[in-house]
Each structure stands twice: as structure tokens, then as C-alpha cells.
């Protein structure tokens, strides 16, 4: 368990002090996956940097299974931090070695014999996907695949828990949930407890069972993540949440399309994907389908706002599905 009591980090600078973290209070509970949201700036990486002492904190403890490693001297806090392993939105892998030698670096820090330490990094290799790349550098890889070493050599010590760090920020949507994948089952097969910073809602989503939002430095809320979705009751919760987005109240339009359905998979949401990807706005003007084994069959007739170009946005949805249409008069 990770106990953040008081937690307070205050930055001393020329122009004055910027005070980071304020009064932190919080629990991680062993073997969840606990997300911590914010702005840019709240004081999300700060946090996380404090949790295993890469940032001293100012005031407050950070108690790691009991122990207030805040008080503990310095070799003894070393031994701790093998617990703790952490993953960067950087990758922050060493470009003059191969990724098996990547892995292998923190067990040379600890002292481990070669062999051992390069049998253990070999099967973290098998754990991320990457057993075929074990000789091959960081600048001839993905920055999927970066992360991939860069979670196999965060987990070479077999820590209790791992801190994520902006980890998928800098990752596109189908690599981000590759890696949220895998950070997944690394909690649920090794028992590793996971703490996710980021600014992304979907990130929280897709696998955190509890989440604080941070806002100016402090908690504004924490809670599950399905409650505090739900019902959000701080105004940045809301604002990350439910961001504010212009409702259309009519559409205008004299266009109109037939979509027929002649066998799709009836649980599909069509037109709901049809307005997320197109942007345009559309109204259902007159439907007739049924869903028969699962399988939908009729038409919908659409109403198209006028513009340039919404008609061949929605048009260029519904060819990329393969949905048949024709063009009403």
C-alpha cells in the first residue's frame, strides 16, 4: 500500500516560490490500478516523481508498505526504489545499447550476475511481445515498441509497483491501447500494483478502478472510477469529463440520404459512428429496420445539413463501412 499524508512540494526559483502540491492526501491500495487526471501543469508529474523520492517532498510523508521512506537514509531507499518501478512518455531508453541490454541495466545496478540478469530479461522480452528484437537498438524501433522495453526493464526487478508517467502520450490511439493491453495484464498476472498520471479521460476508462483528479496543485476529487464518472462534483472533473461542446439544436438541409441495411451487424452503432467520424450533424427523418439473427435489415433516411462538404464527409463514412446509400431528390 502507498499512504500520501500532508504531501507538499514547493519549488524555490529566482522569481519566487511555486508551491506544486498542496495537503496531498491518498491511498493506493494494493493491486489496483489507481489513475491520477489533470491539466497540464496541476501538478500530475510532480506527484508521481514524489511517490519514489525523484522529487523530495517539501512537507508530508510517503509511506510505502508502512514505512516512511521520506525518514529512512539512503541505502536503505535505494532498496526501496527496486520496488517501485516507472515508465516515462519519453521512454527515456539508453540509445547506445540494444534492448536486451536495456533490460539488463537496472539488475546490473543491483549487482545481479550477467547470465541471471540477461535469462531474466529474456523473459520479460516474451511478456512485452518483443523476444525478436532483443538485439536491436531503440533508434530502430517504434515508439510502441520503446515503451514495450521500457516496461520490460521497469518491471527487471519484480517490483511491487509501477508508476506510468504520461506513458502513452506521446503514442497513437491503436499503440496506446496496445500498451494500456498490457499494462493490464501485467497487473492482473503478476499482481503489480499500477499508478497511471495522465490528461487523458479514455486512459482512465479503459483501466483504472479508481482515479483522484488533481486541480492547482491539490485533489479536487477521488473516488471510483465509475462514480466519479457518473456523477463528477468538482467543476475540473466536469470540465475533463463532460467537456463543453456546441449541441446541435436543427439541421438545415434540403440533401437527403437513403442508407439501406441488407445483412450488417444489427448491433452497430451506425449513425452514432457516422456523426463521431464525419462531424456533421445529421437527422433521422424516417426509419424502417429489423434486427433478424442479429443481423439488421431496412433503411434509414437521412437528413444532411447544408456545407460544402458534409455530404461527402458522410458519404466517405459510409463508403469506408461499406454501407450501401443512394442520394434522395
Not at 546490473?108 to 511481445?129: C, F, P, Q
Not at 491503436?174 to 497487473?187: A, D, G, M, P
Not at 458534409?310 to 463501412?321: F, G, K, N, Q
Amino acid at each position: 500500500m502507498i499512504q500520501l499524508k500532508n504531501l507538499t512540494k514547493t519549488f524555490h526559483t529566482p522569481a519566487g516560490d511555486i508551491c506544486a502540491l498542496k495537503n496531498i492526501d491518498l491511498t493506493v491500495n494494493d493491486g489496483e490500478i489507481f489513475g491520477i487526471i489533470g491539466l497540464s501543469g496541476a501538478g500530475k508529474s510532480t506527484l508521481v516523481r514524489c511517490i519514489n523520492l525523484l522529487e523530495r517532498p517539501t512537507e508530508g510523508c510517503v509511506i510505502i508498505d508502512g514505512e516512511d521512506i521520506t525518514k529512512v537514509p539512503q541505502k536503505r531507499l535505494l532498496e526501496v526504489r527496486r520496488s517501485i518501478g516507472m515508465i516515462f512518455q519519453g521512454f527515456n531508453l539508453l540509445a547506445q545499447r540494444n534492448v536486451i541490454s536495456n533490460i539488463c541495466y537496472p539488475l546490473e545496478i543491483a549487482g545481479v550476475k550477467k547470465a541471471e540478469a540477461r535469462a531474466r530479461a529474456a523473459e520479460l522480452l516474451e511478456l512485452v511481445g518483443l523476444s525478436d528484437r532483443a538485439k536491436a537498438y531503440p533508434a530502430q524501433l517504434s515508439g510502441g515498441q520503446k515503451q514495450r522495453v521500457a516496461i520490460a526493464r521497469a518491471l527487471a526487478t519484480n517490483p511491487k509497483y509501477l508508476l506510468c508517467d504520461e506513458a502513452t502520450s506521446a503514442l497513437d490511439p491503436n499503440t496506446t491501447q496496445s500498451i494500456l493491453s498490457l499494462l493490464k495484464q501485467i497487473n492482473r498476472d503478476m499482481g503489480v500494483t499500477i499508478i497511471v498520471i495522465t490528461h487523458e479521460m479514455k486512459v482512465i476508462d479503459s483501466i483504472c478502478d479508481r482515479v483522484a483528479v488533481i486541480d492547482k496543485s491539490m485533489i479536487a476529487e477521488c473516488g471510483k472510477v465509475s462514480d466519479v464518472f457518473v456523477n463528477p462534483k468538482s467543476d475540473i472533473a466536469r470540465e475533463l469529463i463532460l467537456p463543453k461542446t456546441k449541441v446541435t439544436e436543427r439541421v438545415e438541409g434540403k440533401k437527403m440520404l437513403r442508407i439501406i441495411f441488407d445483412g450488417e451487424e444489427s448491433k452497430m452503432p451506425v449513425i452514432s459512428n457516422l456523426v463521431i467520424s464525419s462531424g456533421v450533424a445529421v437527422n433521422i427523418m424516417f426509419a424502417d429496420t429489423k434486427d433478424i439473427d442479429g443481423k439488421a435489415y431496412g433503411q434509414m433516411l437521412l437528413q444532411i445539413p447544408d456545407g460544402d462538404r458534409c455530404l461527402e464527409r458522410v458519404v466517405a463514412y459510409l463508403d469506408s463501412i461499406n454501407l450501401k446509400y443512394s442520394e434522395e431528390v
